[in-house]
C-alpha cells in the first residue's frame, strides 16, 4: 500500500470507494505532462463557476476566484445554486452554459455514469494535492456534519453523542435535523448504538424508525442551513444538527454560549465537476487546478470554515484556528467518513421512504 493510499484510508474516504464504478482512475493522469503557458494563448478568457450560494459566493470569490483572475486574466463569473435537475437538461439540450459545478460528492459519481459529465484532465489537475481524486470530479474542500447545542441551557454535563440528542428527558428540548438524508441516517444509527465501522451498508429500516422515534421532538427538518442557527440562537430548539460552518459562526456570535462537537460527525467532501460540452473546459480544468492550491485551501477555511483537502494547506491554518477545522487529524479521527459509495447506489431507492418519514 502507497504513502498515498494509507493517506487515503486515514480520511475514511478511500481511493477504492470512488474507482468503484468509474471505470479506472489511474490510466487518466499524465505525469509530468501538464500544459505550459503558451498552450492557453487562443483559448477563452471566460469561465461560469457555480456554487450552493450563500456566504459561499463572498468566500470562493476572494479566496479562489479572485487570485485565479490575477493569474490567468480569466474573467469568473459566479452563479448559484447548484441545481442538478438544470445541469442535466443543458447537457442533454446541448445548450451548456456552466462550467464547473459544486456538487454532493456522490452525483459526481452517478453523472459520470450517466454521462452528463466531462473527465477530469489530470495532466493539468495535479492529484498530488488533494486527498483523493475521482474520475468525473475533484473535491475542493471538506465539511462536517455536526451537533450543536444551547450550553447555556443544560445545567452541568453537555451532550457529546448523538445518543445524547436522541436522549430528550437528559437533554430537554426541541431538535432540528436537516431535510436531507446525508448524515441524518447515520446520526440515527450511531444514536441507536450502532458502531462507526458497522454503519455502512446503512440499515435504512432501523434509521428510519430511530428518526421516528424523535420526530414528535423535531421543531424542523431545514432545508436553508441559516435555519437551524435561528432555532439555536432564539432558544425554540436545544440542539439541532447542522454543518459545522454554521456552527461555528454561532459559537463565535454567541459566545460560548452555544457550542458543538466534532465527536461522531459525519465528515463529506463536496466535489467539482465540469458538465460534458461546458464552453470552457480547459480553463475549467486550470480553475480545479488552481483551487487546490494550499494558500487558496487555507484562505477558504478561515472565510467560511471548510476543511482543506490538500494537507499542504494545513501548515498555513493560523494555530489558534485549527481546532475548528473538520480535516485537522484530531478531527477526522472521531468523525465517521460519508459513505459515497453507499449514496451512489441508494440515494434515489431510499430518498421517497426517508420523506414519507419526515414529513
Not at 500500500?1 to 499524465?30: N, P, Q
Not at 459566479?78 to 438544470?86: E, G, L, V
Not at 430528550?168 to 436537516?178: D, I, N, Q, S, T
Amino acid at each position: 500500500m502507497s504513502h498515498k493510499e494509507k493517506r487515503d484510508r486515514k480520511s475514511g474516504i478511500t481511493r477504492r470507494d470512488f474507482v468503484k464504478g468509474m471505470g479506472g482512475l489511474a490510466g487518466a493522469a499524465i505525469a509530468g505532462s501538464r500544459l505550459v503557458p503558451s498552450a492557453w494563448a487562443k483559448e477563452s478568457k471566460k469561465l461560469v463557476f457555480v456554487n450552493f450560494g450563500g456566504e459561499a459566493v463572498p468566500a470562493m470569490r476572494a479566496a479562489w476566484v479572485d487570485p485565479f483572475e490575477k493569474e490567468t486574466g480569466v474573467k469568473v463569473t459566479i452563479q448559484s445554486p447548484t441545481n442538478y435537475a438544470k445541469l442535466k437538461g443543458m447537457v442533454e439540450s446541448g445548450n451548456v452554459i456552466w462550467d464547473v459545478v459544486d456538487t454532493d460528492v456522490d452525483f459526481a459519481i452517478r453523472g459520470g455514469r450517466q454521462h452528463i459529465l466531462e473527465p477530469i484532465d489530470y495532466s493539468v489537475v495535479d492529484e498530488n494535492n488533494v486527498d483523493f481524486t475521482l474520475e468525473y470530479g475533484v473535491p475542493p474542500y471538506y465539511y462536517s456534519y455536526v451537533m450543536a447545542w444551547r450550553a447555556d441551557m443544560f445545567k452541568g454535563v453537555q451532550p457529546q453523542t448523538w445518543a445524547d440528542f436522541w436522549d430528550v428527558k437528559k437533554f430537554p428540548g426541541k431538535r432540528g435535523l436537516w431535510r436531507w438524508m446525508y448524515g441524518v441516517l447515520e446520526a440515527a444509527l450511531l444514536a441507536d448504538g450502532v458502531p462507526f465501522d458497522k454503519v455502512y451498508p446503512i440499515d435504512e429500516k432501523r434509521a428510519l424508525r430511530k428518526i421516528k422515534e424523535l420526530k414528535p421532538h423535531v421543531v424542523s427538518f431545514w432545508e436553508s442551513g441559516a435555519d437551524p442557527i435561528q432555532l439555536l440562537r432564539e432558544g425554540e430548539a436545544t440542539m439541532c444538527a447542522v454543518w459545522n460552518t454554521r456552527a461555528l459562526v454561532l459559537k463565535r456570535q454567541t459566545k460560548g454560549k452555544a457550542q458543538y462537537t466534532y465527536n461522531q460527525a459525519i465528515l463529506q467532501a463536496s466535489v467539482l465537476v465540469v458538465p460534458r460540452g461546458a464552453p470552457n473546459k480547459e480553463n475549467a480544468m486550470r480553475f480545479i487546478n488552481g483551487i487546490l492550491k494550499p494558500e487558496r485551501q487555507a484562505k477558504l477555511f478561515e472565510l467560511l470554515g471548510n476543511g482543506p483537502v490538500n494537507p499542504a494547506a494545513l501548515k498555513y491554518v493560523p494555530e489558534e484556528l485549527r481546532i475548528e477545522n473538520p480535516s485537522d487529524p484530531r478531527n477526522k479521527e472521531v468523525q465517521l467518513p460519508l459513505g459515497v459509495d453507499w449514496y451512489a447506489n441508494n440515494y434515489e431507492r431510499v430518498l421517497n421512504d426517508y420523506l414519507d418519514v419526515i414529513s
